[in-house]
């Protein structure tokens, strides 16, 4: 691998696309690659085997493609399969950590919950989290399943009735105790940050770790020697396991420019989308 090869990213469908824009903002002049594993979501309620062999296909692919790093931009993929993924790729697999342990240490009310899925909840590297946090501190840390919504986000809906009603739902119990810190323990759920503000109020902070994420992606290439030339302008390849035609609108409205959203697996050269630097 050489400075000049990609990193790529993965996630069960578009909430990953949280986690690539903050890597971008890291990194402007890294060349990106996404998969959206559309075809196969949501991955909260599916198997940790499934999860894990998904993890290892699209891993392959993305190194296939050239990448020089690979984000695993899904929490229930990286409790099911981070680890395996470490010990049988050579190249950096950064995965996600839930801000647990910001979120505890911003709280004044001591009690701070966590929206997430199932998988996400009931995974070991969550467990271990919790528990060295736990250890640390004493703040009563809530955990909240939150299945459905991510198929709302899949479905583009960000704001409608059902997803204000479902997100309600989920955060009451939360609040009720005294939660003053809400974490968002799936990347999807960012595009839930305004109506998650609405319904529990100023007064409660929202944290998720896309912003540490791509910071950790900033330090393994760093230490590889791996980062990109600085001045140049990145640019961006989409792919989906899903009908691209389905999903093409949703990633473009989501990423906030246009996209080339190719299908799985692709000619490489397709799904290039060239994007200006900030």
């Not at 998904?54 to 190194?63: G, K, Q, S, Y």
């Not at 009735?161 to 809400?182: F, N």
């Not at 999903?247 to 692709?266: C, I, N, Q």
Request: glycine share 10%; proline share 8%.
């Amino acid at each position: 691998m050489t400075p000049k090869h990609p990193i790529g990213v993965f996630d069960s469908g578009v909430g990953g696309l949280t986690v690539l824009k903050e890597i971008r903002r890291e990194l402007p002049a890294e060349d990106l690659l996404y998969v959206a594993d559309s075809g196969h979501a949501p991955y909260g309620d599916k198997s940790p085997a499934l999860i894990e062999a998904r993890a290892v296909v699209l891993t392959e692919f993305l190194i296939g493609q050239g990448a020089k790093a690979v984000v695993v931009a899904c929490n229930t993929a990286t409790g099911a399969a981070a680890r395996l993924l470490r010990s049988r790729y050579p190249v950096p697999i950064i995965a996600m950590e839930p801000a647990v342990k910001p979120a505890v240490e911003l709280s004044r009310s001591g009690v701070i919950g966590v929206l997430a899925t199932r998988a996400t909840l009931a995974s070991h590297s969550f467990s271990v989290l919790l528990a060295r946090v736990s250890a640390e501190a004493r703040t009563q840390i809530l955990l909240q399943p939150c299945p459905g919504l991510v198929e709302r986000i899949e479905a583009g809906d960000l704001d409608g009735d059902y997803t204000r009603a479902l997100l309600a739902h989920y955060l009451r119990p939360v609040l009720e105790r005294g939660a003053d810190s809400i974490v968002l323990g799936c990347t999807h759920y960012p595009y839930l940050r305004s109506l998650i503000g609405e319904l529990a109020g100023p007064g409660v902070a929202v944290l998720d770790s896309g912003v540490a994420v791509a910071r950790q992606v900033r330090r393994r290439l760093e230490t590889s020697g791996l980062l990109a030339p600085a001045g140049r302008c990145g640019t961006e390849r989409f792919w989906t396991s899903a009908h691209p035609a389905a999903g093409w609108g949703l990633v473009s409205r989501l990423w906030e420019a246009p996209v080339t959203l190719a299908p799985l697996p692709d000619d490489p050269a397709e799904g290039r989308l060239p994007r200006g630097c900030t």
